[in-house]
């Protein structure tokens, strides 16, 4: 599973040709959560902290994120995405 990005412990990852709708996995420690790029919808779990963290990441990347959908899609390389600062 490519990583994108990687900030305050948590790997931002996509992997390759996944299901829709257009998502990205996000893994801290043992927890770990698939999230809506579009919506932002949270299947899985991940500490309430690293939640409001992971989702400021999503808004300030989502067209960046829908691009990279379209590139695991077409089994294309992946790009990394700047960090959450």
Same mark, same amino acid.
């Given at each position: 599973?490519? @990583?994108?990005?990687?900030?305050?412990?948590?790997?931002?990852?996509?992997?390759?040709?996944?299901? !829709?709708?257009?998502?990205?996995? =996000?893994?801290?420690?043992?927890? @770990?959560?698939?999230?809506?790029?579009?919506? !932002?919808?949270?299947? !899985?779990?991940?500490?309430?902290?690293?939640?409001?963290?992971?989702? @400021?990441?999503?808004?300030?990347?989502?067209?960046?994120?829908?691009?990279?959908?379209?590139? =695991?899609?077409? =089994?294309?390389?992946?790009?990394?995405?700047?960090?959450?600062?």
């Amino acid at each position: 599973m490519p @990583e994108l990005s990687r900030f305050l412990g948590v790997v931002i990852a996509m992997y390759y040709r996944d299901h !829709g709708p257009p998502h990205f996995h =996000a893994i801290y420690g043992e927890f @770990e959560a698939t999230v809506d790029i579009r919506t !932002g919808a949270i299947a !899985g779990r991940l500490p309430k902290r690293v939640l409001q963290h992971v989702e @400021e990441w999503r808004t300030l990347h989502r067209s960046e994120l829908l691009s990279v959908w379209d590139l =695991a899609r077409a =089994a294309q390389p992946l790009p990394k995405i700047e960090p959450l600062e």
